[in-house]
């Protein structure tokens, strides 16, 4: 019955939408008709592929990159005091401004190029990592604590063989969230200052009055997103061996 | 050892007040029901917990506490769990207790049961050889043979290092040949029985 559900709630949108469309007699300019939305993507030039490409790439480098960045921030942090009591309040603080409000600085310092954008990502992912991952050592459980201090072990040992592990363990909320920011703030550079991309083809397709064009473009972020999401938990899984 | 005027609270809840014990034994055992305090003792000698007063805390140190609970790394084989705390191998091999330890060097914690899984964490805080060894019910989940062969050795092949051990099996600390401390029901604890 479950598994019914599930297979029903991914083709539930399409329904509401063609019954809606076809039934309700909403206007285009509301609602825009099914096939016309799936037309739209033949028009586009260069093909909706190397837009999507574009957007894929951009935002899975900037959150790689930025994974890696905030778990060696955390670490470092972790293990100097001095460090941490210099960063912390930088890093709290700058997590408190949302990274959108960021995209006219970046534009300011990188222009429109591709760095940029990747910055944007790594900064947003980044500081939320480091967060995360400074809870997670901040609760190490006492059992393991009181092993550390028995056998007296080394700062650097323990971020290798503890801090690391033990980050990726607790990480996966933190990253998944960091993921569909990452593709809203790609999405949002990409309409504010680029040639190519989903939000390129959405400031386009507004600009154009294209409601087809712009449907579409959502629904593959949908997608976009949805899949990507799913490839980090597999990904993930794969990489807490010691859970299996 | 010797411990003098110990006084300890979680919160309001206070285990010592004034409490005054000494021992001369080599062994010292914890016996009573649960939650009287055994681990709390533990935690305050082995200076994993600061009393609320000044107190006179005469114990060797330092001390290895292997608590009730797993502390072997999850993501870590028994290997890389002992190598972790600077066992090596070749100096190791030849231990009376390696034994008990050889099969399972490539087995992670959730490939084993918990009896593997404590037998490792003793073998481990008992190559360690600290002056002090806390031990908080150390047998539990353990089959008889290897816990035979544990407390042989700690008895015959270990005088060097003070132990001091809980468990809810009297018979245990009067097998080793301790001198046990009886742990009364109500809390807050101010004497003890020797």
Known sequence: ?244 | MRVEGLSFSYGNQAVFEGLNFASESRIVGLSGPPGCGKTTLLKILAGHLTPNYHVVLDVPSPSTLVLQEDALLPWLTVMQNLELVGFQIDTFSGHPLWGLVDPLLTKRPNQMSFGQRRTVELYRAIVNKPPLLCLDEPFNFIDLTTRNLFMKFLMDKYPMVKIVMSTHHVDELVELGADILKFPRQLPISAMEG
């Not at chain 1, 990274?99 to 970046?106: K, R």
């Not at chain 1, 700062?155 to 569909?180: A, H, K, M, N």
């Not at chain 1, 712009?214 to 976009?224: A, M, N, P, R």
């Open chain 1, 1 to 244: 019955m479950l598994r019914l559900a599930k297979i029903f709630g991914f083709v539930l949108f399409p329904l509401i939408w063609i019954t809606l469309k076809y039934f309700g007699e909403i206007a285009d300019r509301y609602l825009p008709d099914p096939i016309a939305v799936l037309e739209s993507a033949s028009l586009v030039d260069p093909s909706i592929a190397v837009h999507t490409f574009y957007t894929v790439t951009r935002f899975t480098t900037g959150f790689v990159f930025g994974t890696t960045l905030g778990v060696g921030i955390t670490l470092i942090m972790y293990r100097s005091s001095l460090i941490n009591a210099l960063l912390l309040p930088i890093i709290q603080s700058s997590r408190a401004i949302p990274a959108v409000a960021l995209i006219p600085f970046f534009i300011l310092w990188f222009g429109f190029s591709e760095v940029g954008r990747y910055f944007l990502v790594l900064t947003g992912t980044a500081f939320n990592v480091a967060v995360a991952g400074l809870e997670i050592l901040s609760k190490i459980p006492e059992r393991y604590s009181i092993m550390f201090a028995s056998f007296g072990l080394k700062p650097t040992q323990f971020c290798i063989r503890y801090g690391l592990p033990s980050i990726c363990d607790g990480l996966l909320p933190t990253l998944r969230f960091s993921l569909s920011s990452s593709i809203g703030l790609i999405v949002a550079s990409e309409m504010l200052g680029a040639q190519v991309g989903l939000g390129y083809l959405a400031q386009s397709a507004r600009a154009t009055f294209s409601l087809d064009l712009l449907f579409l473009v959502v629904i593959l972020l949908g997608i976009i997103s949805s899949i990507a999401d799913w490839l980090l938990i597999i990904l993930w899984g794969k990489l807490l061996f010691w859970r299996r």
